[in-house]
């Protein structure tokens, strides 16, 4: 039986974070086998505040903060908005932020752990922020403090949700283990259910009543809905969106919180393992090293099929999906469905 590495104290953590301050939060705590939440709430006290991980309040309360980056990431993207929180809706089991900027689907039942954090940075500015993580204390969505940010209503947010109680240590749950399912539906299942689509929110619904992973019913269904493109295929669709001025979508999400960009892209930029988008108000940092396998994917509607693209890791877990930007009730982009069927394929010759 493998061993778990023994937890650290909140001063253990302190004293390891001294020797390497430079160190990305999310690469420190892998490298030292604890949750980045663990060492956010290590500064308690200090440079942080514990927070009550209360989506209403929070959602409700950025709206008079003014411009904001919201940040929400995944192991292999990052996806970062620059904008107001506009729009809110509140949800029993999801709340969404549907602002022209920021674009938020929030799912408070994995929110667990929330902290107000501010940290020195250059020229004695101080850079401030407000993290929440899961039960097992990943990061589910971060918002940046921006120069324009009103202070006064960002400090009047933090004293709604500070804590009642300011413990520098927190104990995360176990890695969830995946609940069993009951036998997957058959192909004929997938393909009737599949064609029956008229809005492409019905696969969630697809996917749950017919016990399929959304990989396996990719490489299930056939290459009409769905058929595997080369990993090129990523930076080729960013390349081909630029070049048409075409704008698109790009969600990112986990377990807790989707993040997504609606509009153009311009400003690509490839720096060793990392696909970046610099736009003015959207960042998107994409490790195309971590992607094993990207798919175009149909999807019929009533208003005729909508096309996708989708990136999937080696543990088959979707890391980012892109659309053509669209209205409900109008044709997809027939701009978007050439660049999506011009992808070069996957090579299954080529294969391992």
Known sequence: MTQLPAAKSPAQIRELRARHPEMRERDFARIHAISEAELVAAQVGTTAIRLRPDVDTLLNGLQACGEVMALTRNES?????????????????????LGEQIDLRVFPSRWAFGFAVEKAGEAG???????????????????????????????????????????????????????????????????????????????????????????????????????????????SMFDASVAAELPIMAFVGNSGCIQIHSGPVKTIKTMGPWLNVMDDTFHLHLRLDQIASVWAVRKPTSDGHVSSVEVYDADRELIIQFFGKRQEGHDERAGWRAIVEALPLFDQSNAA
């Open 125 to 235: 500015a101080v850079r401030r922020s407000l993290q929440f993580f899961d039960p097992q204390g990943m990061a589910i969505h971060k918002v940046h403090a921006r120069p324009d940010t009103n202070t006064d209503a960002w400090n009047e947010l933090i004293d709604k949700l500070r804590h009642a109680e300011q413990d520098d240590a927190i104990s995360p749950a176990a890695p969830q283990t995946p609940e069993p399912k009951g036998e997957p539906g058959s192909l004929a299942e997938l393909r009737e259910r599949w064609s029956a689509m008229t809005d492409t929110h019905q696969f969630f619904g697809l996917l749950q009543a017919l016990n399929l992973p959304r990989l396996d019913a990719l490489e299930m269904v056939g290459d009409d809905y769905a058929f595997q493109l080369d990993h090129a295929a990523v930076a």
């Open 77 to 97: 993207a990052v996806h970062e908005k620059i904008g107001p929180v506009e729009k809110v809706v509140i949800g029993a089991r999801a709340s969404m932020v």
